[in-house]
């Protein structure tokens, strides 16, 4: 189960941090990431990272948005900083290559609100 986190309004130029933790009796997790989704738009990859820590941002967020993750706590962040109005979203973790005992799986969050005010 995944837990999201950290959402809320702001106003432009200010920055938030969203978290999402990985519940279970989780081994390892592969590739872990953020999506977000605006109102009337598909769902989009915000950025990734693997379990080596390798990163991939869309173009639309680097140079303000990072990426982490703490594998001993199977929990990855965005912070999220210089927000913008079109950063408006739902934003969903998504963990990819969750190993458990009994599984092999792919998992995503419930969706945090990101509201940007200009």
């Known amino acids: 189960q995944l837990q999201a986190s950290g959402g809320g309004l702001v106003q432009a130029g200010e920055s938030l941090r969203l978290s999402c933790a990985v519940s279970?009796?989780?081994?390892?997790?592969?590739?872990m990431g953020w999506y977000r989704q605006a109102q009337g738009k598909q769902r989009e990859l915000v950025a990734a990272?693997?379990?080596?820590?390798?990163?991939t941002y869309a173009d639309s967020v680097k140079g303000r948005f990072t990426i982490s993750r703490d594998n001993a706590k199977n929990t990855v962040y965005l912070q999220m900083n210089s927000l913008k109005p079109e950063d408006t979203a739902v934003y969903y973790c998504?963990?990819?290559?969750?190993?458990?005992?009994?599984?092999?799986?792919?998992?995503w969050g419930q969706g945090t609100l990101v509201t940007v005010s200009s």
């Open positions: 990272i693997s379990r080596g820590g390798r990163n």
């Open positions: 998504n963990a990819v290559g969750v190993v458990t005992l009994h599984s092999v799986g792919a998992y």
């Open positions: 279970g009796s989780i081994i390892s997790i592969n590739d």
